[in-house]
């Protein structure tokens, strides 16, 4: 009767150690998926620093651009002004002739 009562106790024993066993590896799989969402999370702040990375690129092709259009403006206002000189030494030479 002892015999039997302790078989029942130790086969109890094992039950509550498999199931310390499962809750143990449902802890693992849990600590697994939230380090998943982790790496989701990381993978996506890489893909938001890499557009920003992009737009600062644009950014930095239109300076660029606005640069040489200021340039081109410069040009044509050097232009303007030989054209304005060159009509100055025209009108001085008819008033000589």
């Known amino acids: 009767m002892l015999a039997s009562r302790l078989l029942c106790v130790d086969e109890l024993v094992s039950h509550v150690l498999c199931i310390d066993v499962l809750v143990s590896h449902v802890l693992c799989v ?9 790496a989701d999370v990381l993978v996506s702040h890489v ?8 737009h600062v690129l644009c950014v930095d092709v239109l300076v660029s651009h606005v640069l040489c259009v200021d340039v081109l403006v410069s040009h044509v206002l050097c232009v303007e002004l030989l054209v304005s000189h060159v009509l100055d030494v025209d009108v001085l030479v008819s008033h000589v002739l």
Do not use: E, P, T
């Open 30 to 38: 849990d600590v697994l998926v939230s380090h998943v969402l982790c």
């Open 47 to 54: 893909l938001c620093a890499d557009v920003l990375v992009s």
